[in-house]
């Protein structure tokens, strides 16, 4: 249940900054909404490293949503930091695919893995996860595609979305929050501009 939680939770907050950027007639919006929530957050790290027993209490009353244990950086200060790395660094509309592989991905991923998972790989995430991951983000990079204000090809969204799912799958010792839409991005950028 708080895998449920956690994910709803991420998908519900997280399309939020690619939807603003979309509709938004310039960076600036999905920018001060990210920099105002990195500032909740980085109010929360500090918290939590200087006050013990504080990430207990957040964690019991987040119904779910708080892992039990948090790594260096809590997942969501990761997930924000990637989000304003992608708009502030990349084009719009790369930047809204790789937020959306990593916002929809990632959920469908842990979800599906959890669920169906038999063959595991690195650090207990499964086959099938890895490849709903991949799915996931090429469906919605077809989706995009047909959207007005998008210009994304055929070929950027499908390596993004590889990239992506193996970047997710690889055990890099850094949180996939803060690398899966950052070396996406990097990946499309380049061949948005060479194709």
Do not use: Q
Not at 36 to 54: A, K
Not at 67 to 80: P, V
Not at 117 to 140: D, E, M, N, P, Y
């Amino acid at each position: 249940m708080k895998v449920w939680a956690r994910k709803t939770f991420r998908v519900c907050v997280g399309s939020l900054f690619p939807i603003i950027y979309y509709f938004s007639p310039t960076r600036l919006l999905p920018i001060c909404l990210l920099l105002y929530l990195s500032g909740i957050m980085t109010v929360l790290e500090i918290l939590r490293r200087i006050v013990p027993g504080s990430y207990r209490v957040m964690v019991e009353h987040s119904k779910g949503i708080l892992k039990e244990k948090a790594g260096f950086l809590l997942g969501s200060t990761n997930f924000l930091i990637a989000n304003l790395f992608c708009i502030i660094f990349f084009s719009k509309s790369v930047a809204i695919a790789s937020l959306l592989f990593l916002t929809f991905g990632d959920a469908t991923a842990t979800i599906v893995g959890k669920r169906f998972g038999k063959i595991r790989l690195f650090h207990g995430k499964s086959l099938i996860g890895s490849a709903s991951f991949f799915v996931t983000c090429f469906i919605i990079g077809l989706i995009l595609m047909v959207l007005p204000w998008i210009e994304i090809g055929f070929l950027v969204i499908l390596i993004g979305s590889l990239t992506a799912a193996i970047i997710e799958l690889l055990p890099i010792p850094l949180d996939d929050n803060l690398t899966v839409a950052p070396v996406a991005c990097i990946v499309m950028e380049i061949l948005s501009r060479v194709l």
